[in-house]
């Protein structure tokens, strides 16, 4: 399906509140509501038309205003992707694992509460796995966030 | 005699500094005598925090971080960086410094096949065809040398072309390399193929079914092999593999056998593409002008490649000023090591050593 079609076809056929971002790339961008995050992810996967089989990527960020965490998914029978992400607030960020939907989100995950401190409930595993087991100095992709040996480089811009 | 024996499972350590696990990788087994009951990956040994270092650098300094994200195909770990910060500023690469990439990126991808096809059977108790395989990736280290100066981390492709035009030597070189290479490729085939230890060891054992691929988002040759049709070259195609004619080979059985087959096989394909781009070669520049503090439009892209692992994706946001806002780098054994402890339930150990072998598993790109 083209950018137009996919937009058409998932604003029209979900049942929850999707927000499109208008934008110059290929793919239709959406914003989900945290609390609709499983049924969205649900919806797109097991879909006809859509059939979202794969995960390509899973990613935390931080804007400075608040926790975003962006899904980029493709379909492996269809070819088409899309991209959507969920908006937290800065205090108490938490977000429904999708695990049950694609199964290979849990290491995704684990790294977005790992690097970012963003609660995954229903997360099977949340454990240490890419910084030291003792690691005590926050979260280092948090914006702002300074460590012990990081030194900030200047804006040479 | 006692009628029923204890019997205990055993818990066992596999690395960190295991030669097979291709880096540093823990993988704590539970054991019913040498059955494995359950595996557990512990990664993050090689962690260097390369995705908080990008933030804190100008876009070009961001380059040579993304060599190291995955050392064996470091091209392609700059293209897809590069790729990301074209799309989002919308620079257009002249057709020769196009040319170049894919020749480049072919020939990283011979280069990594090699060492799979050299390195898993030496898992495997063989030895000899790593001697093989490395003396054709000799051939293809010089080319890059005397490309770019480099043989292991290029810095070669950069943001809205390539660093530097090949040497007059380069063509005749590669061409030379190409006419010989089938034959190389035959005379592994010849050692491994139809060996009947290898067969023994490597049929039937590791079954990835395409559900489980779906499941796990396995991408690249170990998805092919289980008869997965899925190639970005092909499905989402970038730069200029539209107009190359190649083919996708395909396995049927999903099991270490057939990730083997169709990594020989790519080998091919790649040889064929690089010899089309060869023949095509335009002359013009290699790369449009890009400025010291290059600055691309805000926005966010996810960008993806064909990784000789699987897909390798670079979700980018930009802010607009020199520093990259976030980048998070996808490789495809992040997926795939978290899928080894479905596949080896119920095998032994010396299964999951050709198991992880076969999939091609390397850890930089895990743990980043």
Not at chain 2, 14 to 41: A, F, N, W
Not at chain 2, 165 to 190: A, S, T, V
Not at chain 2, 282 to 306: Q, T
């Amino acid at each position: 399906m083209t950018k137009a079609e996919l937009t058409a076809h998932i604003t029209t056929t979900f049942s929850g509140q999707v927000t499109v971002i208008e934008n110059t790339q290929p793919e239709p961008y959406f914003i989900v509501k945290p609390e609709d995050l499983v049924a969205f992810a649900r919806f797109i996967h097991d879909d006809s038309a859509l059939q979202l089989t794969f995960l390509m990527n899973l990613a935390g960020a931080d804007t400075g205003e608040r926790y975003e965490v962006v899904y980029n998914v493709c379909s492996y029978q269809l070819k088409h992707r899309i991209f959507f992400k969920i908006q937290l607030p800065h205090d108490n960020p938490e977000f429904d694992t999708v695990i049950q939907v694609w199964p290979g989100a849990n290491w995704f995950e684990r790294e977005v509460w790992e690097l970012f401190g963003m609660t995954v409930r229903n997360h099977p595993n949340l454990t240490r796995f890419l910084l030291e087991d003792d690691w005590n100095e926050g979260f280092p992709l948090r914006k702002g966030w300074t460590g012990t040996d990081f030194i900030p480089l200047p804006d040479r811009g | 005699m006692a009628e029923e024996l204890r019997t205990e499972d055993m818990t066992m350590n596999m690395g960190p500094q295991h030669p097979s696990t291709h880096g540093v990788c823990r993988l704590v087994l539970t054991l019913d005598g040498e059955v494995i009951k359950d595996c557990q990956p512990v990664i993050g040994f090689l962690h260097r925090s390369i995705e908080k270092m990008c933030e804190n650098r100008t876009y070009a300094q961001c380059i040579p971080l993304m060599d190291r994200f995955e050392y064996c195909t470091s091209m392609s770990c700059n293209w897809a960086f590069c790729l990301a910060a074209e799309k989002l500023s919308d620079i257009k690469v002249p057709e020769r410094g196009e040319y170049l990439r894919v020749i480049m990126g072919e020939l990283n991808r011979i280069a990594s096949h090699l060492i799979f096809v050299g390195v898993t059977p030496m898992d495997c108790g063989a030895l000899t065809p790593f001697l093989y395989t490395f003396r054709e990736r000799e051939r293809i280290m010089d080319l890059f040398e005397m490309t770019c100066g480099q043989r292991l981390t290029y810095n070669y492709i950069r943001i809205g072309g390539v660093a530097k035009d090949i040497p007059p030597e380069f063509i005749p070189k590669c061409r030379e390399f190409l006419d010989i290479f089938e034959e190389k490729i035959r005379d592994y085939e010849k050692l491994l193929v139809d060996n009947p230890i290898w067969i023994a060891r490597n049929k039937g054992v590791g079954i990835i079914t395409p559900q489980l691929v779906y499941d796990y988002c396995i991408s690249g040759p170990s998805a092919r092999a289980s008869g997965v049709n899925f190639d970005i070259r092909k499905n989402d195609p970038y730069s200029i593999y539209d107009r190359f004619d190649f083919d996708i080979p395909l396995g049927t059985g999903g099991d270490c056998y057939d990730r083997f087959n169709v990594r020989v096989n790519e080998m091919r394909q790649s040889a064929r593409i690089v010899a089309q781009a060869l023949d095509h070669l335009p002359d013009g520049e290699i790369r449009v002008k890009v400025p010291l503090k290059f600055k691309p439009n805000p926005g966010e892209v996810y960008s993806r490649r064909e990784n000789s692992r699987g897909e390798m994706g670079v979700y980018l946001v930009s802010d607009g000023s020199t520093k990259p806002f976030r980048i998070r780098a996808r490789g495809g054994s992040f997926s795939h090591l978290q899928a080894v402890p479905h596949i080896v339930k119920g095998l032994k150990i010396a299964d999951l050593v050709a198991i992880f072998a076969s999939m091609d598993i390397i850890m930089p790109e895990i743990d980043r």
